[in-house]
């Protein structure tokens, strides 16, 4: 009895280790079917992936192409996959030089990430010039009426007094927005200030610019000087009414016949006075 018992024991255990050798060569044979199909997966995750890597970036903002500024940061997206853009932070970085409205970008082939932007029209470059205190204009010294013989024109006194100083440069923009400038274009506007324009301002220099021919600006704190040549200086207050400004823009060929040896126009009421 004893012998047979080990006999069917025997048995039994072959039994177990052929089912084991069974499923094994079974989980082998799936793995060999399965290596042609990791093989192929592998290769178009490979090739997938450098299909999706940015070697080229087209760049618009309102339809045209993109500023310097703008596309040097999108140019630290080249080699990089589209799936890493973190929009948010895209989104941040350009409207720290640019205020857009919106941002949309896609992936096209080969290799070219499409970037669209919409934003402000218009910006203006503009050299800042902080100081701890602004010029003393003639004009200031002799502000009566009586005394206004003995005014200088105050833009030469304001280009005289920035000569030296130091300045940066920015973008100003039509919705009152200053951002940094890599450009570091004076241009034709000077602010020299000792705190930020209003949007006031940027509504002036808007129109300053629509009826003058590329005139010289200056800023100080409160008041905008004009200086366009052939043209007396002109001088605007910030707080004026816009619509006054406008009209006294658009009446300045009546109003320099007016006088002939007028050396200031101050635009900041109604009716402008000659100096």
């Given amino acids: 009895m004893l012998q047979k018992r080990s006999s069917v024991s025997s048995t039994n255990i072959s039994k177990r280790s052929f089912r084991r050798v069974k499923a094994a060569l079974h989980q082998a044979r799936s793995f060999v079917k399965l290596i042609p199909f990791l093989a192929v997966l592998i290769i178009f995750l490979f090739f997938g992936a450098k299909a999706l890597t940015i070697q080229k970036i087209n760049c618009r903002v309102n339809g045209r192409v993109c500023p310097r500024e703008v596309e040097g940061i999108l140019w630290h997206l080249s080699d990089d996959s ?17 205020p857009l409205d919106e941002l949309k970008y896609n992936f096209s082939y080969p290799n070219t990430l499409e970037v669209s932007i919409t934003g402000v029209q218009e910006a203006y470059p503009i050299a800042s010039y902080q100081v ?15 005394e206004s013989a003995q005014w200088s024109r105050p833009v030469p006194e304001i280009e005289s007094f920035a000569t030296d100083l130091e300045w940066i440069s920015q973008k100003l ?15 034709l506007i000077k602010h020299i200030f000792t ?21 010289k600006i200056y ?6 000087f004009l200086s366009q040549e052939n043209l007396p200086d002109i001088i605007i207050y910030v707080d004026s009414p816009l619509t006054n400004v406008e009209s006294s823009l658009q009446s300045l060929d009546y109003l320099v016949t007016i006088k002939k040896d007028v050396r200031v126009l101050n635009l900041s009421f109604k009716h402008p006075i000659l100096k």
Avoid at 173 to 187: A, I, K, M, Q
């Fill in 82 to 98: 589209y799936f890493k853009i973190n929009r948010r932070e895209l989104h941040w970085a350009i409207k720290q030089i640019f």
């Fill in 219 to 224: 800023i100080l704190d409160d008041r905008i």
């Fill in 132 to 146: 701890p205190q602004l010029p003393n204009l003639s004009l200031d010294m002799y502000g009566s009426s009586s």
């Fill in 195 to 215: 705190s930020i324009p209003s949007e006031n301002h940027i509504k002036i220099i808007a129109l300053s610019y629509r009826y003058l021919e590329n005139p």
């Fill in 173 to 187: 923009w039509e919705n009152g927005s200053l951002t940094t400038d890599v450009s570091s274009e004076s241009g």
